[in-house]
């Protein structure tokens, strides 16, 4: 008979890993250009800055991991200390944002591979799909050295990238965009070239580079000894973010002036080719496949979990809680897959322009998510003071750090409303609320009349 509960299979370094797979986006790859273009070397700043709030969500929620050995994923969490509707909605909410993520990131698998095939993009796209979910079915180990090595080979190229380019600064560099230098930060129009409308802008496309961070607290109750791996990972958080992003995007803004990099291009692949290296393209284009398809693998992996905590709460059909003898949750994962087949075929006949509406909606849900575990923080300080008081794992500077940081969310939510481009995902997710609100009170009616 199957085993009822999910396996503690996930090592110290597998947790290493999918903690710096969640802090490095596709979007540092595909997006950094374009947030580059609207905000110039501003954009450090807002990377800087949107980091440094989510090492404070992850504090928050690692203190609530840790403090309640029964809660695993932040969907307990939100019911212990907002009530079961929250748990519901966040749920489902955070089901919904890893099926939008996943279904842009196995579209864009489809795309990579005709860089070197020409083939119709669905068909690559649905192979990896099927590939990922086999792989995922076998077991929760398989899960984690998948991701281990797609999160290395991000990280390999990263820091290539930034020896590399310390290495062309000391040797003052020459090329046809000029000589690297420090001072391209601030030579071509100042560090805010476009004013702060301009990097204001840019934090749109910067926090979706951010998406997927909070998956090492889903990966909790599948984490051999959490009390060691978890703070270990969370704690690691911002020196990631300064090597990864800061340091990759400072390199990359001194070598090559911000004017002359294109929106609709990798700065990465420009840095490769003013050296000569022949292949860069193919390197990068390689790079990003790989990204794709390591944060397809998580959104299998997290909706699958999502699926099965919701079943477990009574949120979602029960079948969702069957695990196979791996302990995977069998039903789950090959549900969520087939929620994102789904979206393999309507992204394959639907214009372009919606991959920019499905992450936006995605980035929104998320920021609900990250506020979530914010207030539920706050309410655990305030209606547990004793289990606060033992935690070996303490917030720091809570409470007040939490408003601050939901107040930065709802700015956030104006921010993306500036652009015409993501505007539109502010009033079509409101949508997504309201069915899932009028499911719930359906639900609600329902266990009141089987009473």
Not at 69 to 90: C, K, M, Q, R
Not at 225 to 253: C, H
Request: hydrophobic share 55%; net charge positive.
């Amino acid at each position: 008979m199957a085993k009822q509960t999910l396996e503690r299979k996930l090592k110290s370094r597998h947790i290493q890993l999918i903690a710096i797979g969640g802090a490095i986006g596709t979007g540092l790859f595909l997006g950094s250009g374009k947030a580059i273009h609207l905000a110039g070397p501003s954009i450090l700043f807002a990377y800087l800055i949107i980091g440094f709030a989510l090492f404070f969500v992850m504090r928050a929620l690692g203190e609530l991991l840790l403090s309640h050995s029964g809660n695993t994923t932040f969907t307990d969490i939100a019911v212990t200390y907002l009530g079961p509707w929250a748990g519901f909605i966040t749920g489902w909410t955070y089901w919904f944002c890893w099926i939008m993520t996943a279904i842009a990131d196995i579209t864009a698998v489809g795309k990579y591979i005709q860089f070197w095939f020409n083939v119709p993009q669905w068909i690559p796209a649905f192979l990896c799909l099927i590939i990922l979910t086999i792989l995922n079915l076998l077991t929760v180990r398989l899960f984690g050295e998948i991701e281990f090595w797609f999160a290395l080979i991000k990280v390999i190229t990263i820091i290539a990238l930034i020896l590399l380019g310390l290495l062309m600064l000391l040797l003052g560099f020459q090329s046809d965009t000029g000589q690297a230098s420090v001072q391209n930060l601030w030579i071509h129009g100042g560090l805010f070239p476009n004013g702060i409308h301009g990097f204001f802008l840019g934090f749109q496309m910067a926090v979706f580079s951010f998406v997927g961070i909070e998956l090492v607290g889903v990966t909790a109750a599948e984490t051999a000894d959490p009390e060691k791996n978890l703070p270990r990972a969370i704690n690691s958080l911002p020196v990631r973010v300064l090597l990864f992003y800061i340091g990759a995007l400072f390199v990359i803004l001194c070598i090559i002036p911000w004017t002359d990099l294109s929106a609709d291009s990798s700065p990465f692949v420009r840095v490769f080719s003013l050296v000569g290296i022949p292949a860069a393209a193919g390197i990068i284009n390689f790079v990003v496949l790989t990204a794709a398809a390591s944060a397809c693998n998580s959104g299998l992996f997290s909706t699958s979990r999502m699926l099965y905590a919701l079943g477990r709460e009574g949120h979602a059909p029960k079948r969702f809680t069957r695990l196979e003898k791996s302990s995977v949750p069998g039903t789950a994962l090959i549900s969520s897959s087939l929620a994102l087949s789904a979206g393999v075929v309507l992204n394959y006949f639907l214009p372009d322009s919606v991959f920019t509406l499905v992450t936006s909606i995605s980035a929104i849900c998320f920021i609900w998510v990250w506020g979530v575990i914010l207030v539920s923080h706050l309410i655990y300080l305030k209606r547990r003071p004793d289990l606060a008081a033992a935690s070996k794992f303490k917030a720091p500077l809570s409470p007040w750090i939490n408003w601050v940081i939901l107040a930065f969310f709802i700015f956030l939510l104006v921010l993306i409303g500036l652009a015409a481009d993501t505007r539109v995902a502010l009033f079509v997710t409101p949508v997504w609320f309201l069915i899932l609100a009028l499911a719930y009170l359906i639900r609600l009616r329902k266990l009141q009349a089987n009473e």
